[in-house]
């Protein structure tokens, strides 16, 4: 699984950090540093993180071809 933020678009609401606290973490207030490529035993939490992201900002893309890539507008 590989993750891409635009860091653009992110407005530091810290929902990924919550739902998934080994792939996304705040720096500060609004700084989001993340995991690109965390472990697949995180998947649901990664996803669910992305989904929950209110300005739709994390792209997740499943490597292992059993998925279609999901943006966390289409959750």
Same mark, same amino acid.
């Given at each position: &699984?590989?993750? /891409? /933020?635009?860091? @653009? %678009?992110?407005? $530091?609401?810290?929902?990924?950090?919550?739902?998934?606290?080994?792939a996304?973490? &705040?720096? $500060? !207030?609004? =700084?989001?540093m993340?995991?690109?490529?965390?472990?697949d =035993? %995180? %998947?649901? *939490?990664?996803l %669910?993180?992305?989904?929950?992201?209110? /300005? *739709?900002?994390?792209?997740v893309? *499943?490597? !292992? $071809?059993?998925?279609?890539p /999901?943006?966390? @507008?289409k @959750?």
């Amino acid at each position: &699984m590989r993750i /891409v /933020v635009d860091l @653009s %678009r992110c407005e $530091g609401y810290a929902q990924c950090a919550f739902l998934a606290p080994d792939a996304f973490r &705040m720096h $500060g !207030e609004e =700084a989001l540093m993340y995991d690109p490529n965390p472990d697949d =035993a %995180r %998947r649901d *939490q990664v996803l %669910r993180a992305a989904a929950a992201c209110p /300005v *739709q900002a994390i792209l997740v893309d *499943q490597l !292992e $071809g059993r998925d279609v890539p /999901v943006e966390a @507008s289409k @959750s």
